[in-house]
């Protein structure tokens, strides 16, 4: 989870928040303030790219300068270290199709050089860590790929990127990406040994050292090896945007979720098809949800991600994420998570909260919730606004002048209020 940074609003064209820049400081020299906090890691990729200390050093260069110089055109709804990623990833793509020769000879890199290179924002969803990714033999094996079958490689196994960000970053498919990474994966299986020490260390140790180093290829062996020969436990290696929950049946969903993928996750997860389903969890005087298979869920997720899920009418925190989640399941914050229950601390603080199915659209009358959803979205599409603002140019403003709740914003709103208002277009033959 990555922390907030903010600019100063005299050199800056707008502020920064951890995943989505709109558009980028002015001054070089603020520029370069943001930059340096990635620089490391970007010279790490560059260098696994090209396999080359002095190739590295000048291709990150040029990606900085070309990041400097397309800084206007950045409005894209990627992060910004995404985006510096994509620029390395092309100039080292451009460097590797400009050379006289088809590989290279990797060579090391002073150790100084690679102080830093460590990525909070990577996850635990990288298959190689840190100091493996650098090692001459992994870097041997890396320049045998083809460029792009390396570049989708580092992108998704070191730097633990999703298939959808890979595709957006290299402007191709899913598909193609997906098919790149298994046969990269192939060829490494079939070249690379990765390291074992000489004596191997007992089962905890193992999981301690896999999960410090966020090696999940290595969890996922442990978890296998362990429970082999278990019927109740099937460990499935997968991204969880992209499984269908509802083939193990009615069961609890537990997860550290990256902050990244948080929401969308919890958006499956709430989806009556494939998430939350009644189970005798639901108090009686709940309506359960219909005949989804997991009964309730569990999550460890930014703290400040926690606010909004569980916030109410009235509060900064509440939004359409809130009325989204709190349409589908009662949210219940059971305890924050300092940093420094992590290893390596990260720069926010974490909650655990708790999801128990409801259908509220069920108990406020709502045969389509779907729509009712677009709806409570629309009025919340400009959150300082007020509901006039925000809906007259779909309902008209005739219709918008004749409402008492026309001058409020939506953050004063609760569900119900919602609801009423949602029934009163029906009626009026505009829902």
């Not at 869920?297 to 109410?312: D, N």
Request: glycine share 6%; proline share 7%.
């Amino acid at each position: 989870m990555g922390g907030i940074a903010t600019t100063r609003p005299d050199t800056c064209r707008c502020a920064r928040s951890t995943h989505n820049w709109s558009m980028l400081v002015e001054p070089a020299e603020d520029f370069g303030d943001q930059v340096a906090d990635y620089r490391s890691e970007l010279f790490a990729h560059c260098y696994r790219m090209l396999g080359s200390v002095d190739e590295a050093e000048d291709a990150l260069q040029e990606a900085l300068t070309r990041a400097w110089q397309g800084r206007d055109t950045y409005r894209e709804p990627i992060s910004f270290r995404a985006w510096l990623y994509r620029i390395a990833t092309n100039t080292c793509l451009n460097a590797i199709e400009a050379r006289k020769r088809d590989r290279t000879e990797p060579g090391p890199c002073p150790d100084d050089l690679l102080t830093g290179i460590a990525s909070a924002e990577a996850g635990p969803e990288a298959r190689y860590d840190t100091h493996e990714s650098v090692s001459l033999a992994f870097l041997t094996v890396l320049q045998v790929l083809p460029p792009r079958q390396r570049a989708v490689l580092l992108l998704r196994d070191v730097l633990a990127f999703r298939g959808a960000e890979v595709a957006r970053l290299l402007e191709t498919s899913v598909q193609a990406v997906n098919s790149s990474l298994q046969r990269a994966r192939a060829t490494l299986r079939g070249s690379y040994v990765r390291p074992r020490l000489a004596n191997p260390p007992n089962l905890l140790e193992r999981y301690v050292r896999a999960w410090e180093a966020a090696d999940v290829a290595g969890l996922v062996e442990l978890l296998r090896t362990k429970f082999q020969g278990e019927p109740r436990l099937t460990v499935v290696e997968a991204d969880a945007l992209e499984t269908d929950l509802s083939q193990w049946g009615a069961a609890a969903i537990a997860g550290n979720l990256p902050y990244y993928a948080a929401t969308p996750i919890i958006e499956k997860v709430l989806t009556p098809e494939k998430g939350l389903s009644p189970e005798r969890v639901l108090l009686p005087e709940k309506v359960p949800l219909p005949g989804a298979p997991v009964s309730r869920a569990v999550f460890l997720v930014q703290k400040e991600v926690a606010a909004r899920l569980a916030a109410g009418p009235g509060s900064r925190d509440y939004g359409y994420l809130s009325v989204q989640t709190q349409m589908h399941a009662d949210v219940e914050r059971l305890f924050d998570v300092p940093p420094s229950a992590f290893r390596p601390p990260p720069k926010v603080d974490s909650t655990v909260v708790r999801l128990l199915p409801r259908n509220r659209a069920a108990e406020l009358g709502l045969s389509d919730p779907a729509r009712f959803l677009r709806f409570a979205s629309q009025c919340f599409r400009q959150k300082r606004k007020t509901l006039r603002n925000n809906l007259a140019g779909i309902y008209g403003k005739d219709a918008m002048d004749g409402w008492p709740e026309a001058g409020k914003r939506a953050e004063e709103l609760s569900i119900e209020d919602f609801a009423e208002l949602y029934r009163r277009l029906a009626i009026e033959g505009k829902a």
